[in-house]
């Protein structure tokens, strides 16, 4: 009987090595822009996601005196503040649509966007 030739698998890594539109080749860990991009991404989600609670628990008509409720409308007041009243409906507490806190998601959301694109211009376009 013949006997196979067993080789190891090569542990080296194959992959193509990407490179800088110099030709200098790119680090394995990620650029600081990258990170930065990241940071944003997670921060903006974060705030929509609170901005959207707000929302819906205003919406329901969700008792403000209640722990989770009143959370909620603690965290996000600072960053609905500054669109209250725009709309000039009469104020009650806690208004069922709450038009200004739509408004203030689509503003943070385009600041947001902004920011990445303004972070991405420095990173070299891939290979």
Same mark, same amino acid.
């Given at each position: 009987m013949a006997e196979q030739s067993r080789e190891r698998p090569s542990t080296t890594d194959q992959r193509p090595v990407a490179v800088y539109p110099d030709g200098s080749p790119t680090p394995d860990t990620p650029h600081a822009d990258v990170l930065a991009v990241r940071v944003v991404r997670i921060l903006a989600g974060t705030l929509m996601v609170l901005l959207g609670f707000r929302f819906v628990l205003a919406l329901l008509g969700a008792n403000p005196y209640n722990g989770f409720v009143h959370t909620i409308y603690a965290a996000t007041w600072p960053f609905a503040a500054p #669109? %209250?009243? +725009?709309?000039? %409906? !009469? !104020?009650? @507490?806690? !208004?069922?649509?709450? &038009? @200004?806190? &739509? #408004?203030? +998601? $689509?503003? %943070? $959301?385009?600041? $947001?966007?902004? &920011? +990445?694109?303004? &972070? *991405?211009? *420095? *990173?070299? $376009?891939? !290979?």
């Open positions: #669109f %209250y009243g +725009m709309f000039g %409906y !009469p !104020p009650t @507490y806690p !208004p069922r649509f709450e &038009l @200004y806190t &739509l #408004f203030a +998601m $689509a503003v %943070y $959301a385009l600041v $947001a966007w902004g &920011l +990445m694109a303004v &972070l *991405r211009i *420095r *990173r070299p $376009a891939p !290979p």
